[in-house]
């Protein structure tokens, strides 16, 4: 980011106080998001233009002080300290000022210049607060303006006050006041401050600040101590610190940080006396009296559930109607590139083309989701701006707390599909608002065990074939045994992987009810899906070529080639007699017979997608165009001759489909993915899993859907057509002595199975590691593939009916589920006894 | 590091009923969790109201001045409380 020809802004402020609407209303529709080197917090950041020149504007995460004890905070503070904004526009809650000035103080004190924002002055005037804001810019020595981001009011003022304090400080810097007395504290913060005088490689730091976190025991600020003096310089220095700390700490009987903390509310009481009137505290809100009725004990799962079954409702069930309607869309673009392709030959494509197709079907079925996600988005956003959201995570913490994960662990589960239909892109996505860093990462590992959408195919297909008597006790386990494994997992994972990783308290605010705004929803709705499009589409596209090369290389072999091609002509020939005596014989025949059956194919498919009476009135108008004289042939409504060469086209086309598919068929038999899943077999036969089973679920990685149709090409016998997958596949496993064993083992390894592809993408986006991206597909795999093999080679032992084993595991998870809770609730109760046991 | 009083010795915040006001006395926590605490604005001598607790027990839910807080009873125990009642 270039400052150049303007100025460098950062907008930092506490959690709820309006900061990001701020932002928006500051910066308007042209912002960026990324990320803080190194980690996953968002870097939000856009530019305006000004009477200064261009101002980059940055809005730093929400934090309700400037430690290091958070990330957020870190974050805040590194770029603060580093970037050195030549501004800062602390944002503040008007209605909730006298905690809202701790900030300001420690941004003061990193001698930073600022404006004041008085955010959410409607909300401040609505409960009878008046704050006088000349006094107020007086004692802080500040430039403060009144804002309500929410209703688009101050952006003007605002502007004009950045645009006079930075051309002021531009001509004559003057740094911030100093406004906290720290009493006692003074003389030592003096002599720290001067014991890091000599010290040129800290000089660009505030010394003040630096002397009052060294004091503090600030971690990052002893950090800073020792990467720029080097261990040799700085080791005195902190034994002098440690020494003066000692000291202090013994004289006066308190911590440094409780004292400072107590010196800056002290601060703040004087700041505001006079300042601040009319805030009477007895009145109840509106919020209280709503949340007497929603957080109340008996009333308030009732009212959790039914939100969530209204997200569920209008984003999972009827957004995935809305497909239905945007679908023909995508169908169209299909059309449109495979117009542009080479065309097909009579038995083998152009590479071009097969890969052309491929890839836009790999993109259609991604895009196929857009809708969904931008109302599931949409519905987000709500529940997050009017407040709802934090308590859902009050309501939950104590039970997904236990097992590692947190209360707001609940709506990236409910997105992954804890019922029955969402998906783990989303879920994963929504990670990012758990506060506690490690059930952020189990919470990430888990989503992917939720039920999503492209899963339900082969359960149904599965349970069609296996279990057509116990099919609703079958659904019933599948539907809720994610959330045991989920649980479970989480568990596992925190206390062993996770176990290191940083975790927070649970200490949040409950902010106040708004009613959300429809901009600042829309604008995240979009901005999420459209992240979405962007970062999974690329590299889903990109591993999709990679898939396209393993299921097509080496390819068959020339003998092989040479024996489907002698197939063809032989059906060719069989047409060509059929057509001898047919007046039509001149079109259908010779150079015409390629193009013929294309445009055949392409008008069945046309008139398959094509909706309604009148849908289907255009495609015949739209091939009449395109070939007046085929149109004839493959319609059946022409003359006699016509009828027979419609017969005649029919059958060559089928025959033409067998062998397509039967050469696709050996071909992935053949290809390197097909090598894979045949190598696999020594150690997936345990799970009962043949070479067949494993290609479907090794391309199923790629893209859940997928799964089914490969099963479906490869259980294909080509004979009997009328036979549906289910018949097919029954019939050959268990010829080939499966039984529906297998189909418990199966369901386990896929309720159990990795992430698809793009939902490992936003696990690399959201932990920021490619190592963790590996460990969330080698973990659920090996855990898969240990409980698959473990119930079918048991099973096959004790020679357990399927639906026995499926029993066994369900109802053994779920009682593992309840000791597992009950001893950490023992645990917990008895830590909360032993804090205040004597020593 | 702090100083853990003696058992039954003590109220914390842990002990009060919803309804129940209390002044703050000390925190016996330490690092990130008491930051936070003295962040949100529950600082020594500060009087919060218990609210409720959630439906499974906890969290808890407090008010202090304009705003409310939610904590784990696990965190709340470490936040000391004088004896006094404080009326509305």
């Known amino acids: 980011m270039s400052k150049g020809d303007g100025i460098l802004v950062a907008l930092a402020g506490q959690q709820n106080a309006g900061k990001s609407t701020l932002f928006n209303l500051l910066t308007g529709a042209r912002q960026h998001v990324a990320n803080y080197p190194g980690v996953t917090v968002d870097k939000k950041y856009g530019q305006y233009r000004d009477a200064i020149g261009t101002v980059y504007t940055v809005d730093l995460p929400g934090t309700y002080s400037l430690t290091s004890f958070s990330l957020e905070e870190r974050v805040a503070r590194e770029f603060l300290l580093g970037d050195r904004p030549d501004l800062t526009v602390n944002v503040v809650d008007a209605s909730n000022l ?17 404006v004041l924002a008085l955010n959410m002055m409607d909300v401040a005037e609505g409960r009878g607060i008046q704050i006088d804001q000349a006094l107020l810019s007086e004692r802080l020595r500040l430039p403060v303006v009144a804002t309500v981001g929410r209703k688009g009011q101050g952006r003007e003022p605002l502007r004009e006050a950045v645009r006079a ?69 700085a080791t005195p220095l902190r034994e002098a610190v440690g020494d003066l700390i000692a000291d202090f700490e013994q004289r006066q009987g308190v911590e440094i940080s409780d004292y400072v903390v107590g010196r800056r509310d002290r601060t703040v009481e004087r700041l505001l006396d006079g300042v601040l009137s009319g805030a009477e505290t007895g009145r109840t809100t509106l919020t209280e009296r709503v949340d007497r009725v929603v957080l109340n004990r008996w009333l308030a799962p009732g009212f959790l559930l039914l939100t969530v079954f209204a997200i569920y409702q209008v984003s999972i069930v009827w957004g995935y109607e809305l497909t239905n309607y945007t679908w023909p869309f995508l169908a169209k673009t299909r059309e449109l590139v495979a117009g542009l392709l080479p065309s097909a030959h009579f038995l083998v494509d152009p590479y071009v083309r097969s890969l052309g197709l491929w890839l836009v079907d790999s993109a259609n079925t991604l895009l196929n989701y857009v809708p969904i996600f931008i109302i599931l988005f949409a519905c987000i956003a709500i529940v997050e701006d009017s407040g709802y959201m934090a308590r859902i995570a009050f309501i939950l913490d104590k039970i997904l707390h236990r097992f590692g994960l947190h209360g707001q662990s609940t709506l990236p589960l409910i997105l992954g599909g804890v019922f029955a239909g969402g998906c783990a892109v989303p879920g994963v996505m929504a990670t990012k608002g758990i506060p506690d860093n490690r059930a952020r990462m ?64 649970f200490v949040m605010e409950l902010p106040h009810y708004h009613p959300p705004t429809f901009n600042g929803v829309a604008s995240r709705a979009f901005e999420r899906t459209w992240q979405y499009i962007k970062k999974v589409g690329t590299v889903v596209l990109a591993v999709a070529v990679v898939v396209f090369v393993l299921l097509h290389l080496p390819g068959l072999p020339e003998a092989r080639k040479a024996h489907f091609q002698q197939q063809a002509e032989a059906a060719i020939e069989r047409f060509d007699q059929s057509m001898a005596d047919n007046p039509y014989r001149e079109i259908a025949t010779g150079a015409n017979l390629v193009p013929l059956i294309n445009y055949y194919s392409d008008y069945k498919r046309a008139k398959l997608n094509a909706s309604g009476a009148a849908g289907s009135q255009r495609v015949t108008e739209r091939f009449q165009a395109r070939n007046p004289d085929f149109l004839a042939l493959v319609t059946r409504g022409g003359d006699r001759d016509a009828k027979q060469a419609n017969r005649a086209l029919r059958t060559l086309a089928r025959e033409r489909q067998k062998l397509r598919l039967r050469m696709r068929e050996e071909r992935i038999t053949n290809s ?143 009682l593992l589920l309840l000791i597992v809770g009950l001893l950490s609730d023992r645990k917990a109760s008895r830590l909360l006894r032993q804090r205040f046991s004597p020593g | ?65 304009a705003s409310s807080i939610t904590l784990r009873r696990r965190e709340a125990i470490t936040i000391e409380v004088t004896s006094e009642e404080i009326e509305p």
Not at chain 1, 779 to 791: E, M, Q, R
């Open chain 1, 98 to 114: 006298r905690r809202s000035l701790h900030l300001t103080l420690q941004i003061l004190e990193m001698e930073l210049p600022s």
């Open chain 1, 165 to 233: 304090e930075a051309a002021r400080q531009a001509k004559t810097p003057t740094p911030p006041p100093v406004l906290v007395d720290y009493g006692t504290l003074e003389p030592i913060i003096s002599q720290v401050h001067q014991g890091l005088a000599p010290f040129k490689a800290v000089a660009d730091l505030p010394q003040r600040w630096l002397a009052i976190e060294l004091l503090e025991g600030d971690s990052q600020a002893v950090g800073i101590l020792l990467e720029r003096l080097g261990e040799a310089a």
């Open chain 1, 442 to 505: 189990a919470t990430i590992f888990t989503v992917p065990f939720m039920n999503c959408l492209a899963k339900v195919p082969l359960y149904t297909l599965l349970l069609g074939i296996f279990f057509v008597e116990h099919k609703s006790l079958m659904m019933f386990y599948i539907s809720t045994m994610t959330i045991i494994f989920a649980l479970l997992v989480a568990k596992l994972l925190t206390k062993t992987v996770l176990s290191g990783h940083e975790t927070s308290p």
């Open chain 1, 672 to 814: 390197i993915l097909g090598s894979i899943g045949r190598g696999m077999e020594p150690i997936t036969q345990f799970a009962g899993f043949d070479w067949k089973i494993n290609v479907a679920l090794l391309a199923s990685f790629a893209a859940r859907e997928s799964s089914v149709a490969t099963l479906g090409v490869l259980f294909q016998q080509g004979d009997d057509e009328n036979q549906t997958l289910e018949q097919r596949m029954g019939q050959e496993t268990r010829e080939a002595g499966a039984t529906a064993l297998l189909a418990v083992s199966m369901i386990l390894f896929f309720a159990l199975y990795p992430p698809c592809l793009a939902t490992t993408i936003m696990v690399k986006m959201q932990t920021g590691s490619y190592k963790w991206m590996a460990f969330s597909i080698i973990f659920p795999t090996i855990l898969g593939l240990a409980v698959a093999s473990a119930v079918y080679s048991i099973g096959m032992a004790l020679g357990a009916t399927a639906i026995e084993a499926m029993s066994a595991v369900y109802w053994g998870a779920f």
């Open chain 2, 1 to 65: 590091m702090s100083k853990m009083p003696q058992r039954g010795s003590a109220r914390t915040l842990n002990d009060i009923r919803p309804g129940g006001r209390v002044r703050i006395h000390r925190h016996h926590s330490d690092g990130a969790v008491r930051q936070r605490l003295l962040d949100l604005g529950l600082m020594p001598n500060v009087v919060v109201r218990v609210v409720r607790s959630a439906p499974l027990n906890d969290p808890i839910e407090l008010k202090l001045d």
